[in-house]
């Protein structure tokens, strides 16, 4: 079966940095996305890893260790903006994505 | 733009009245998939087309049925719906199946059964 954990609710603080984790155990591995959701919209795509290590995108960076079934999410600068839910979704070797419950983030000012 | 439109945004429909949500792309990618999104929850993935290759999720209900008339649009037909179903419904693409190819939501449509 698919598992795929992550926390449900976090908070941090306009300006600072926040890591989001997650773990998973999937029946096959083809790649880990980071997705966020502003609440009542449609996800959209942050960042892909399929390669150990640290992929950077401007303020948001993911990382992956395969060994490990563990990958995190950091948002660095933290604007009221990245309030939203930030899902981990891993894609099988049937080249589907299964999701997880998603992480709440509430920047405070 | 390029994009995924889901129409409508808002569905109502009552208890056991058969219901229709769509789905259109203007990104000419090849797979197209429907998710169920309940509050608070990861999107279920209920099936998706690879081209006109329908694959159906081990427990998607019967209940759900879909169509691909067409490599632009994607239909779900909900039999009969339960209070059950109520939820958001999220139509995607990606270029291809495989592990580096991003999915591209539309806004979803929002299903309230009465």
């Known amino acids: 079966g698919q598992n795929i954990d992550q926390p449900t609710e976090m908070t941090a603080t306009e300006g600072a940095i926040v890591q989001i984790n997650c773990t998973y155990q999937?029946?096959?591995?083809?790649?880990l996305f980071w997705y966020q959701q502003h609440a009542g919209e449609a996800p959209t795509f942050l960042s892909y890893?399929?390669?150990?290590g640290l992929e950077e995108k401007g303020r948001f960076s993911s990382f992956l260790s395969r060994s490990k079934g563990y990958s995190y999410l950091l948002l660095k600068e933290l604007q009221m903006k990245d309030s939203a839910s930030y899902l981990c979704a891993v894609n099988t070797n049937a080249g589907k994505s299964t999701f997880g419950d998603g992480t709440t983030l509430t920047v405070k000012p | 733009d390029a994009m995924v439109i889901q129409n409508p945004r808002y569905q109502v429909t009552q208890f056991g009245k058969p219901v229709t949500l769509s789905c259109s792309q203007t990104l000419n990618h090849n797979v197209m998939y429907w998710y169920q999104q309940k509050s608070s929850q990861a999107p279920k993935l209920l099936f998706h087309y690879y081209d006109k290759d329908f694959n159906n999720e081990a427990d998607t209900p019967d209940n759900f049925q879909s169509r691909r008339p067409n490599t632009s649009f994607c239909f779900l037909d909900i039999r009969s719906p339960g209070l059950g179903d109520a939820a958001m419904y999220l139509c995607?693409?990606?270029?291809?199946?495989?592990?580096?190819?991003?999915?591209?939501f539309g806004p979803g449509t929002r299903l309230t059964v009465t």
């Open positions: 995607a693409t990606s270029r291809d199946k495989g592990g580096a190819y991003e999915q591209y």
């Open positions: 890893n399929v390669l150990d």
């Open positions: 999937t029946s096959g591995f083809n790649g």
